[in-house]
């Protein structure tokens, strides 16, 4: 273990042998950080938070402490991280209210970049990319492979489909289903993110199948309840396409249409 000896660190937290904290930062009670860590200078970490393995943040990151909501009164609340996160400069990412499950929770591998915000109860996939200055509001739920382009928002309880992309300046205030580029204030779905899936894997014929489904859903004029029976039907044939359908049971804001 290394802590700089200017580093304040809370006697009821408890760091991994070899998790490093850097020059003024403070580590807060009932923090958990596990092993690898590198908490750079000025880093301010409270908790209840539990930190998985080999994450890294940079000078002025906030994280875990108390959510930005009138109704919370001191509870014990929590923020859960997974592994190999990294947290840029003045990144804030805030513990959870009573109003949902108490927690916010991070999964893995993903890359949080300067003065992006992550808002209390939200539910963070792995693999995700949030650019300068992203926000997600309260309560929301982004899937895996997502990027955010920068200065882009969710609002509070929408949901962000893995794979989905949104552009610079975009405002998510619906649901953005999977596989799918939006842009726009309000954002709009505008064409599939083929060249994010073709990273992934995505083969031609995936990558076909999808641009089908989203002609399905955004230019054939159908019904939403109409539109969604004929992708339940191509996923029968086409498992590319279950992630689609399937969120769309579960979205409870709407989708952004």
Known sequence: MSIHPTAIIS?????????????YSIIGDHVEIGSGT?????????GPTV???????????????APQ?????????????????????????????????????IASDNLFLAYSHVAHDCTVGSHNVFSNAV????????????IF????GVHQFAKIGSHAFLANNTA????????FTAEGRPAVPRIVNEIGLKRRGFNEQQVRNIRNAFRVLYRSKLKLDEATLRLQTLAE?????????????????GIAR
Do not use: M
């Not at 926000?135 to 997502?146: I, N, S």
């Not at 382009?149 to 882009?152: D, E, I, N, T, V």
């Open 172 to 179: 998510a205030t619906y649901d953005i289903p999977p596989y």
């Open 51 to 65: 930190i998985g393995k080999d994450n890294q943040f940079f000078q002025f990151a906030s994280i875990g402490d």
């Open 11 to 23: 006697p009821q937290a408890q760091l991994a042998a070899n998790v490093t904290v850097g020059p």
């Open 135 to 146: 926000g997600l509001a309260g309560h929301v739920e982004v899937g895996d492979w997502v």
């Open 38 to 46: 590198k908490v750079g200078p000025h880093v301010v970490i409270n």
């Open 149 to 152: 382009g920068a200065y882009s």
């Open 69 to 105: 909501d009138h109704s919370y009164k001191g509870e014990a609340t929590r923020l859960e991280i997974g592994d190999r996160n990294i947290f840029r400069e003045c990144v804030t990412i805030n513990r959870g209210t009573t109003k949902q499950e108490w927690v916010t929770r």
């Open 237 to 253: 044939t086409q498992p590319e396409i279950q992630p689609i359908v399937d969120f769309l049971a579960r979205s409870q804001r």
